[in-house]
T-cell receptor
Framework: NAGVTQTPKFQVLKTGQSMTLQCAQD?????MSWYRQDPGMGLRLIHY???????DQGEVPNGYNVSRSTTEDFPLRLLSAAPSQTSVYFC?????????????FGSGTRLTVV | KNEVEQSPQNLTAQEGEFITINCSYS?????LHWLQQHPGGGIVSLFM???GKKKHGRLIATINIQEKHSSLHITASHPRDSAVYIC???????????FGEGTQLTVNP
């Protein structure tokens, strides 16, 4: 089925460990983004990309890196995990240009840093 | 002050009631989205609006661009409507979405 695929669904990390959250979409969407969701707060943008080779920071980029080598994939890297990065992470994609598009979200990754 | 404010934060209703969730925003937008997040966490896009009104089944979304306000209505609410409803705006300056904190709706049988 077409959509946004996030892996893993759950992850527990120790402080200081690194990991990559994977996000892939098969809809040829130009725009991809990563959000984190914390209790009592709205979804916050971490990083986004408007196309292959182009990335930019969002609202809360510190501690995270991204790359966009292909249209399909937009991995999020935690270089040295901290307890403050315990959260639920969502990847989303959409077409850019014009107004007639919506966003498709992945199913989320629940990350716990101990 | 958040750029996107939702009210109420929590809402409990009895099955069959008419539900209204409000969203106000302070930035210029090109589109407003209503999203639904069920227990278990998946997020589904319900509506995207740039003007007027849209209807899908028992759900109705309206937007008033001049007043920077949108409402999501649920008619004949049902326990399966229990979820968090999230308002998000796409600012005119780009593709980014800014999200409200969400409204937790519980519909009791």
């Amino acid at each position: 089925n077409a959509g946004v695929t996030q892996t893993p669904k759950f992850q527990v990390l120790k402080t200081g460990q690194s990991m990559t959250l994977q996000c892939a979409q098969d809809m040829n969407h130009e725009y991809m983004s990563w959000y984190r969701q914390d209790p009592g707060m709205g979804l916050r943008l971490i990083h986004y990309s408007v196309g292959a080779g182009i990335t930019d920071q969002g609202e809360v980029p510190n501690g995270y890196n991204v790359s966009r080598s292909t249209t399909e994939d937009f991995p999020l890297r935690l270089l040295s995990a901290a307890p403050s990065q315990t959260s639920v992470y969502f990847c989303a994609s959409s077409q850019t240009g014009g107004l007639s598009y919506g966003y498709t979200f992945g199913s989320g990754t629940r990350l716990t840093v101990v | 002050k958040n750029e996107v404010e939702q009210s109420p934060q929590n809402l409990t209703a009895q099955e069959g009631e008419f539900i209204t969730i409000n969203c106000s925003y302070s930035v210029g937008i090109s589109a407003l989205h209503w999203l639904q997040q069920h227990p278990g966490g998946g997020i589904v896009s319900l509506f995207m609006l740039s003007s007027g009104k849209k209807k899908h089944g028992r759900l109705i979304a309206t937007i008033n661009i001049q007043e920077k306000h949108s409402s999501l209505h649920i008619t004949a609410s049902h326990p399966r409507d229990s979820a968090v409803y999230i308002c998000a705006v796409r600012e005119t300056s780009g593709s980014r979405l800014t999200f409200g904190e969400g409204t937790q709706l519980t519909v009791n049988p």
